[in-house]
């Protein structure tokens, strides 16, 4: 009894929150969509993670709490901001980091009053090889979905990632497979092209800039005048959908509206689209969930 009235409630919200979108979004539409790309378009990273950790029983959140803790100037975020090769030196440095014995102490003690056992050991290559095969995974609910942005020619469409530079031969195969990907958007926003990351306030005003200076190259074309290009983009004319909280915290803050894509659950994601621009955005994919939801929300 009790789990029926915790599912009628929870349908009720997900009625309320569309209500709520569709008042809100009935009158403006958004003139830009700014995409996260791992977690939103593509698998995310966090699974590849969870599945390394479970692989190899590692108390699941250890890599990403160590990951974390090491900011802003740890190795995975120089890797993001393009200040670090992707070589022997790097993994050595990351294989380290994730092996610190004083974080792993910290970490354990909040989860156990036990005493901690020895600090795992993590191969780095292993990882970071799945996480980058995971971020090149089509997600099957947001793709139909930007296929169909993309062909309606009604929206600027951004992609705005924490990403990495991959050494030949590497990048060549890797960049094949994200071509389809990258062909739905008008800009492509990388961290380390940039050496920026997400949340840094920075990187959503370059999204801004960039999605002005498209608008006014572009602005003679029907598509602007018919979608009012020609006075510019405003933040509050911004969609921007994440799977991470602090990127779309500062999203906020940059003045644009926001979309929570949950680990697992990128449809949920696509119809709060589908209210936010008037098109039916949904493929055929089942709308289910998987042993995804297993995997919490994180600062990665």
């Not at 740890?74 to 990351?94: A, D, I, T, V």
């Not at 014995?101 to 090889?129: D, G």
């Amino acid at each position: 009894m009790g789990r029926v009235a915790f599912d009628e409630e929870f349908v009720n919200l997900r009625i309320l929150q569309q209500s709520n979108l569709i008042m809100a979004h009935s009158n403006q539409r958004p003139k830009v969509i700014l995409f996260d790309i791992g977690g939103v378009c593509v698998k995310s990273p966090l699974q590849a993670i969870h599945d390394y950790e479970e692989e190899n029983k590692i108390p699941h959140g250890w890599i990403n709490y160590c990951i974390d803790q090491s900011k802003p100037h740890g190795y995975w975020h120089q890797l993001e901001r393009g200040q670090h090769e992707l070589n022997k030196n790097w993994f050595s440095g990351w294989e380290k980091e994730l092996g610190n014995p004083i974080l792993w102490n910290i970490f354990w003690m909040k989860r156990s009053s036990k005493q901690p056992p020895p600090t795992p050991r993590i191969n780095p290559e292993k990882l970071f090889w799945s996480m980058i095969d995971a971020a090149h995974t089509p997600d099957p609910w947001m793709f139909p979905a930007l296929e169909t942005l993309k062909a309606s020619q009604r929206f600027i469409l951004i992609a705005i990632s924490n990403t990495v530079i991959l050494p030949p031969p590497h990048e060549k195969t890797y960049n094949e497979k994200s071509a389809k990907l990258r062909s739905f958007f008008d800009i492509f926003i990388s961290s380390a092209e940039i050496g920026t990351r997400k949340p840094d306030p920075k990187i959503y005003t370059h999204a801004i800039e960039l999605a002005n200076s498209f608008a006014k190259k572009n602005s003679q074309t029907s598509r602007a005048k018919e979608l009012s290009w020609e006075n510019g983009i405003q933040p509050n004319e911004v969609l921007y959908l994440d799977d991470i909280g602090e990127n779309l915290k500062a999203g906020k803050q940059a003045g644009f509206s926001t979309i929570m894509v949950k680990l697992g659950k990128t449809w949920e994601a696509v119809e709060e689209l589908e209210l936010a621009t008037g098109l039916k955005l949904a493929g055929n994919h089942p709308k289910n969930t998987s042993s995804q939801d297993k995997v919490g929300s994180s600062k990665l």
